[in-house]
């Protein structure tokens, strides 16, 4: 028995497919179509640097004061004694002209020495426990015309050891200089990006991300020849000549490829 179909109910069934229809393809519509996502953008991506060299005009020298003793209060009475009269010399106006925030002390020990050169081993004995007491002074100063002057000053007073000589930059300089190397780390990469461009018979549009590397160091300048485990103070005078120190900054570019 056949059941016979009514018009009405048909034609609400065909609406219903219709809408559907409609509803899905409206939901199939991507929805960022009418505008173009930042994925999807054309990009040409490249890092410039830019160094520039400069004078220093900051000096870090490290000076200490050795004493060995197999009576260790004695080797600290000794290295005392000498530490005070490198640091009056130091400061004396008329000598090193140094101020109170230009010197500090930055380390202090006491230890065994463990393997004795002949020298102490003709002094002390061959079983004797001889201890060394090491006192260091760091000095910060822009005076860096006098730094061979100050060097044989405090080695005149009783220093024995450079441990460290650097040579770098003022912080205010330093901003300076960076600004100008990041100038020139831009105008680099622009300069690349057309070049690459202009081979592929493209045109460059503007820029749509910048990245400033961020790991950067001040610049130091070590002078090796400057350097000495033992110095004597009858020596010549020291000749120190600060060189020069780079700044280098970069940053990467991503320019519209037109």
């Given at each position: 028995?056949?059941?016979a179909l009514n ?41 410039g640097s830019g ?140 300069a690349d990006a ?65």
């Amino acid at each position: 028995m056949k059941t016979a179909l009514n018009p009405n109910h048909m034609q609400t069934n065909a609406l219903i497919i219709g809408f559907a229809v409609i509803l899905l393809i409206t939901v199939m519509i991507p929805a960022g179509a009418a505008e173009t996502k930042d994925g999807d953008i054309p990009l040409i991506h490249v890092t410039g640097s830019g160094t520039i060299k400069a004078v220093p005009d900051r000096v870090q020298i490290e000076l200490t004061v050795v004493t060995k003793n197999p009576d260790v209060k004695a080797a600290q009475k000794e290295n005392a004694r000498k530490m005070d009269t490198v640091m009056s010399a130091l400061r004396d106006p008329s000598k090193g002209n140094l101020t109170g925030r230009e010197i500090g002390t930055t380390s202090y020990s006491i230890s065994e020495v463990y393997y004795p050169d002949d020298a102490l081993k003709a002094k002390y004995g061959d079983n004797v426990t001889i201890y060394q007491v090491s006192n260091t002074i760091s000095i910060e100063t822009e005076k860096i015309d006098r730094v061979g002057d100050i060097i044989d000053l405090a080695v005149a007073a009783g220093a024995n050891s450079v441990s460290s000589l650097q040579f770098t930059l003022s912080q205010q300089k330093t901003a300076e200089l960076r600004k100008e190397a990041l100038e020139i780390a831009v105008k680099k990469a622009e300069a690349d990006a057309r070049t690459v461009m202009a081979a592929m018979g493209k045109s460059l549009g503007e820029v749509y991300e910048v990245t400033v590397d961020e790991s950067y160091q001040p610049p130091v300048y070590y002078n090796q020849d400057a350097r000495s485990v033992q110095m004597a103070a009858a020596g010549p005078k020291t000749p120190i000549e600060p060189g020069s120190v780079e700044i280098t900054a970069r940053v990467t570019a991503g320019y519209r490829i037109l």
